[in-house]
């Protein structure tokens, strides 16, 4: 029983660890052109695309129709340059 609970331990931190990698490429990866679906009824906001960093790579994920939530603003994601290349913060509701 002591040997599971050690072993799932140690399978939960390296998914943590894991979860929380972050991605440098050289450069933002080329504009991907996206054709919106019709929007739902005019209470919707369009929520841009984000790129999801996955087996190394940056994959793009794209936008989706959304319910505006109460008294908060949507930002959208965005490349920043760092020493080590550029990263993609992902959007978020403020």
């Known amino acids: ?15 943590l660890l894991n979860s929380c990698a ?12 996206v054709s919106r679906p019709p929007q739902p009824s005019a209470t919707y906001v369009w929520i841009e695309g984000n790129w999801v960093w996955t087996n190394n790579n940056y994959v793009y994920r794209q936008g989706y129709w959304a319910r505006p939530r109460p008294g908060r603003t949507y ?8 020493p080590r290349g550029y990263v993609w913060v992902k959007g978020r509701w403020n």
């Open 75 to 82: 930002v959208s994601g965005y490349w920043r340059h760092e």
């Open 22 to 33: 972050v991605g440098y490429v050289e450069s933002e990866p080329t504009y991907v052109a």
């Open 1 to 15: 029983m002591e040997k599971t609970i050690k072993l799932l331990l140690c399978m939960g931190f390296f998914l």
